[in-house]
């Protein structure tokens, strides 16, 4: 009888089969990956495309919210006349003002006005009530309705976000003006920077915007006031200001 001896090589066929097992996980694996990654991609494009959509609504509704405000301010009635004067006059007309101009404002000079160690700052008007303070009492009043403000070149300067700026000036304050809508003078005197006076006018469209209520004040570059500017002797013709809303106390 012949015995017969079965054997089992499992060297080649054994290491294909394991690695089209392993291949096998590795492709699921990967299936599910994209499957899931699919999934996440899904869920964060439509959330962001959620939040894209309401910035949209929001800015939609601010920009019509905006164009609402707008329209309504262009449909106000805008000022297209001054109102009319009312003219204040001292006895000795030392003073003469329409009150019906009725502002504040500081007048910048658009050119450099230097007289010695002082340099000319500002003109600086204020309303109405002002004046009137002024007016009641002008020898005790501490009350400055027109001023012309210089700025001691030799005193220290300080430094902020709109540049350096010097720490000491000097206030003349016009103990004689004119101010009506065809024309502003003035004069002051100080014991340092001397004799101060100035013959002008404001821009009747500045004036025109200033009484306007509908109107908001704000810096303008342009030239709103022109005239004639003496200080300590030095004339000069045609300076010429522009303006910056200035906060006095009757505003």
Known sequence: MTDYTVSRDNGPNGCVIALAVVGGVAIVAAILLCVFGYIGYTAYTTQHAKQQAQIKKN?????????????????????????????????????????????????????????GRYQLASIEMSGVGTFAEYEHDPVRSEATPLAVVFADTTSKQVKDKSGAHYTKFVTVTADRYVLTRDKISFQGHDDHVGDVTFDGAIDPAFLLRMNDPNHTPGYEQGAVMTGTLTVAGQTIKNATFSFTVFDSEDD
């Not at 006059?89 to 009725?102: P, W």
């Open 59 to 115: 800015r939609e509704k601010y920009a019509a919210s905006a164009s609402s405000a707008a329209a309504s301010r262009d449909a106000a009635p805008h000022l297209t006349a001054l109102p009319p004067a009312i003219m204040v006059t001292s006895a000795d007309k030392h003073v003469v003002r329409d009150e019906a101009l009725d502002f504040s404002a500081e007048f910048d000079p658009k050119a450099p006005v230097t007289s």
